[in-house]
C-alpha cells in the first residue's frame, strides 16, 4: 500500500511544468506552421494527459489529507 501524499508541493511543481511545456509546444508549432509530420500534435496529446494525470494526482493526494 503507497503513504498517504503530505505534500502535493512537488506535484504542483510538476504540473506547472507541464502548463509550460503546453505553451512552448503551442509557440513551436504556430512557427513551424503545425507541420512537424504529426509528432507536435502526437507531444501535444502526451503533455495534455500528463497535465490532466498531474492535475488528478493533486486532487487525490489533498483528499487523502
Do not use: P, T
Not at 503551442?26 to 495534455?48: C, F, I, Q, T, V
Amino acid at each position: 500500500m503507497a503513504e498517504k501524499v503530505h505534500d502535493w508541493a512537488d506535484l504542483e511543481a510538476a504540473h506547472h511544468h507541464v502548463q509550460e511545456a503546453m505553451r512552448e509546444m503551442d509557440r513551436a508549432r504556430a512557427a513551424n506552421h503545425y507541420d512537424m509530420a504529426g509528432h507536435g500534435a502526437k507531444a501535444e496529446e502526451h503533455l495534455r494527459a500528463a497535465e490532466h494525470e498531474l492535475h488528478e494526482a493533486i486532487e487525490a493526494s489533498r483528499a487523502a489529507r
